[in-house]
């Protein structure tokens, strides 16, 4: 499958070619190399402090904001530089969501879709604003449950709720990446699979990096996963394949955890 790149048809919508890592001088992540598929969810797994959350933030330049964080190697996303795109521009199309519910506490649930919308003209006229934020509520299973209060705070929703919406909110800019950085780790299990089916649903649209520390949830959606160790990728390969015959001893571990 193919889509659309920033300047060509891409197969592979993010590519690294020795990606080196360093955050205060320590290596976190030595020459890794990845080619994300379109159209596809890739699972990030690997222990605690393998660099999974760092290796995302590489993706859409958030680790520029760190002033200890030193980057080299190839990056290209949608067929381009990661360096040739305008770092706000790239951040429309490469959408972070992470673990922690983080919706707007002062807005309506109305607005905490509609404003990042409207900032980034991705909705120009009222019509089309109201069309995206059922569009997008919808697509993560929430609109039936805050269609009679989209005018109030999110403040009375749930945690699963609160992180439903931070994914619709980041929808809401029409990406063509979305990150997630364990985005169920303090979910409850209905709003996990609620999550869970919304982002089987979603890759027909978008490609989804999904940093996860649970096997079975990779298992139920992943269908490629990337084992990071020691600062490399100790194993690769489709989800299925890798689970049922792991190779390395830290993906034995992994998986030992719930199997």
């Known amino acids: 499958m193919v889509c659309e790149g920033g300047e060509e048809i891409v197969s592979h919508i993010v590519e690294t070619r020795d990606l080196t890592i360093r955050l205060g001088g320590k290596t976190i992540l030595n020459k890794v190399n990845i080619s994300i598929r379109c159209n596809t969810i890739s699972v990030i797994m690997g222990p605690s402090g393998s660099g999974k959350s760092t290796l995302l933030r590489v993706f859409n330049r958030l680790i520029e904001l760190n002033p200890e964080a030193e980057v080299s190697g190839e990056i290209t996303i949608m067929g381009k530089d990661i360096y040739e795109w305008n770092p706000y521009e790239l951040r429309r199309h490469v959408v972070l969501v992470q673990q922690e519910p ?12 509609a404003l990042p919308a409207r ?3 991705v909705a120009r006229s009222r019509e089309e604003l109201e069309k995206l934020v059922r569009w997008s509520l919808e697509k993560v299973m929430l609109w039936d449950e805050v269609k009679d ?13 609160k992180q439903r919406l931070c994914i619709a909110r980041a929808l809401a800019l029409r990406p063509n990446i979305l990150l997630l950085d364990e985005p169920t780790a303090n979910i409850d299990p209905v709003n996990t699979l609620k999550i869970e089916e919304s982002l089987k649903e979603l890759k027909n649209d978008i490609t989804m990096i999904l940093v996860t520390h ?3 949830q990779a298992a139920r959606i992943g269908d490629y996963v990337y084992v990071l ?11 299925n394949d890798v689970f049922i015959h792991p190779r390395h001893e830290v993906t034995i571990k992994l998986l030992e955890r719930v199997f």
């Open 102 to 113: 983080t919706p707007f506490p002062n807005l309506s649930i109305f607005e905490n879709i």
């Open 214 to 216: 649970m096997p079975h």
């Open 149 to 161: 209060r989209l005018w109030k705070p999110p403040t009375s929703l749930s945690g699963g709720q």
């Open 229 to 239: 160790y020691n600062g490399g990728i100790v194993e690769e390969g489709p989800v």
């Open 119 to 121: 900032l980034n003209k």
